[in-house]
């Protein structure tokens, strides 16, 4: 019996392809995370993962650099000859990380009152106060998550949350130069006369309220109390009554869990701002339950 001879093949041959089978194999993984930070890129700003494209962008650092040398090792068989090693580098000390300067700085107050009396040194002063704490706790909020402070970020990032947060300014700033107009324009209307007295209006608006007894809906006697006065009068005064009850804005700093809130109240938790939807939320956590609303969501935090 004849025994069968072993096929054999091209040793050059087979080296090139097994270098360009590991090579397809390195363009397809790239290409995947390629598509993987483009579709985060389209997404709307506020939703981008930053975080996910700056280790995706990584990893595809990572792998065309092992393309590339794939490549020079294909380049190498195909000329019959191996490139020269390169001489081993001796790693270097790993530097321990750089801690950022933080200094406590306390929470400011907003100078109420100080742009109607036109105390501009107390604007200034506050406004400093504001950029000084928040600088300080966004620092803190990279301390807390162990954030090399002398670690790189992506110029692409950088301005990404520049733009952010300088459009959330300007926005504001329109925003509060409308209130503003509209409140001066309030402020300059003459006064309103009684067509009777001759009086302001405020002071001519009067009710009479009696206490009368009289059967209810189910046939017992009840006490009541009777409004009575002029038609336009009382009208306008339940309207005043009902603006005078309506819950207003007021920013009442960073969340504190023994702090009163009530509906109309704004906090700061976690780098987000919180509107308070109940008449009492004493205790109540934003981001727990229905009785804080989401107004202003936090901005990324830097990775380096």
């Not at 992506?154 to 509060?176: Q, T």
Request: hydrophobic share 35%.
């Amino acid at each position: 019996m004849t025994k069968k001879r072993p096929v054999i093949g091209d040793p050059l041959q087979h080296g090139l392809n097994k270098i360009d089978v590991e090579i397809a194999g390195l363009e397809k993984a790239i290409a995947e995370k390629v598509a993987g930070v483009d579709a985060d890129r389209a997404k709307h700003a506020l939703d981008q993962d930053g975080d996910l494209q700056q280790r995706l962008n990584d990893q595809i650092r990572v792998l065309r650099g092992r393309v590339d040398q794939m490549q020079q090792k294909r380049f190498d068989v195909e000329l019959g000859e191996l490139a020269p090693k390169k001489p081993v580098v001796a790693a270097s000390p790993t530097r321990s990380k750089k801690k950022w300067d933080i200094k406590n700085v306390p929470a400011p107050t907003y100078p109420i009152g100080a742009r109607q009396r036109g105390d501009k040194a107390a604007l200034d002063a506050a406004f400093m106060a504001f950029l000084e704490y928040h600088i300080d706790q966004a620092k803190i909020t990279m301390q807390r998550h162990d954030v090399d402070a002398a670690g790189r970020a992506s110029i692409d990032l950088l301005m990404d949350v520049a733009g952010e947060h300088l459009g959330m300014h300007v926005w504001m700033s329109e925003r509060v130069k409308e209130l503003e107009t509209r409140l001066a324009e309030i402020e300059a209307r003459p006064t309103v006369k009684a067509r009777d007295t001759g009086q302001p209006l405020t002071k001519a608006l009067e009710k009479s309220v009696t206490r009368v007894t009289k059967f209810d809906g189910q046939g017992r006697i009840a006490e009541f109390e009777k409004v009575e006065g002029p038609p336009e009068d009382l009208d306008l005064l339940a309207r005043v009554e009902a603006l005078e009850a309506r819950p207003t804005m007021a920013y009442r700093g960073v969340w504190g869990k023994g702090t009163e809130y009530h509906r109309g109240d704004v906090c700061t938790h976690q780098g987000s701002s919180w509107h308070c939807e109940l008449d009492a939320a004493t205790g109540l956590q934003p981001g727990d339950g229905l009785g804080w609303k989401l107004m202003v969501k936090k901005g990324r935090d830097a990775r380096p």
